[in-house]
């Protein structure tokens, strides 16, 4: 099975500041690179994902950073808000099977006022 | 909207005791997953289903078998259970693809006493 190491595991940061997490994988079958968010008590949720042949997605205040050759990838949070506070996990294809992901350990956000 | 729901939010059983967990899924879904997510872990599959009857061991499959006769429900069956069981289960859901989004219900929190 393939590692997804992912840091920190928190992260604390002012309104308005820029939350970076990153994610490191081993091998995948193919590039896709999804970002899942929890909020306490929910389950996860698709946040944001890259697919082949992109370098950098972007929606709204969410970017993804993607590099092939260091086998890594980030989430960057910009002009982050006290509603961004949630735990994100990174996700990459597990490498044999098709249909599953391989998520990181998890980083906790926290947006202070 | 996609919906996972799970049976319970909460369960309270004691060790050696046989535990069922169901999931049902609204929209046809042909992927069903479980995890287990513990703090510092991130989210490890147990079990992964890709059809009605078909099954694929995740990462951490001892001690947990599953069965999905309905292609909208699959359940996770813990045996015997234990207390290093004592978890959050988590139970998602995709259309078919290793790319497409994972929907996931709002978790069963398990505490083996």
């Known amino acids: 099975q393939q590692q997804v190491k992912q840091s920190p595991q928190s992260l604390i940061v002012q309104k308005g500041g820029i939350s970076i997490i990153n994610c490191a994988y081993e091998n995948t079958a193919f590039d896709y690179f999804p970002w899942y968010q929890q909020f306490p008590g929910k389950g996860p949720a698709l946040l944001i994902a890259i697919r082949p042949d992109v370098s950098e997605k972007k929606e709204g205040r969410f970017t993804i950073s993607f590099n092939k050759s260091a086998k890594q990838f980030s989430l960057h949070i910009m002009d982050s808000q006290p509603g961004d506070s949630a735990t994100y996990f990174c996700?990459?294809?597990?490498?044999?099977?098709?249909?599953?992901?391989?998520f990181g350990a998890g980083t906790q956000v926290v947006v202070t006022p | 909207d996609v919906k996972v729901t799970q049976s319970s939010r909460y369960l309270v059983k004691r060790t050696g005791e046989k535990v069922f967990l169901e999931c049902v899924q609204d929209?046809?879904?042909?992927?069903m997953f479980w995890y287990r997510q513990d703090p510092g872990l991130g989210l490890r599959l147990i079990y992964f289903?890709?059809?009605?009857?078909?099954?694929e061991k995740g990462d951490i499959p001892e001690g947990y078998s599953v069965s999905r006769e309905k292609k909208e429900r699959f359940s996770l069956i813990l045996e015997s259970a234990s207390t290093n069981q004592t978890s959050m289960y988590l139970c998602?859901?995709?259309?078919?693809?290793?790319?497409?989004?994972?929907?996931f219900g709002p978790g069963t929190r398990l505490t083996v006493t």
């Open positions: 289903s890709y059809d009605v009857k078909m099954k």
């Open positions: 996700a990459a294809p597990q490498f044999d099977s098709w249909g599953k992901l391989q």
């Open positions: 998602a859901s995709s259309f078919s693809t290793g790319t497409d989004e994972q929907y």
């Open positions: 929209m046809d879904h042909e992927n």
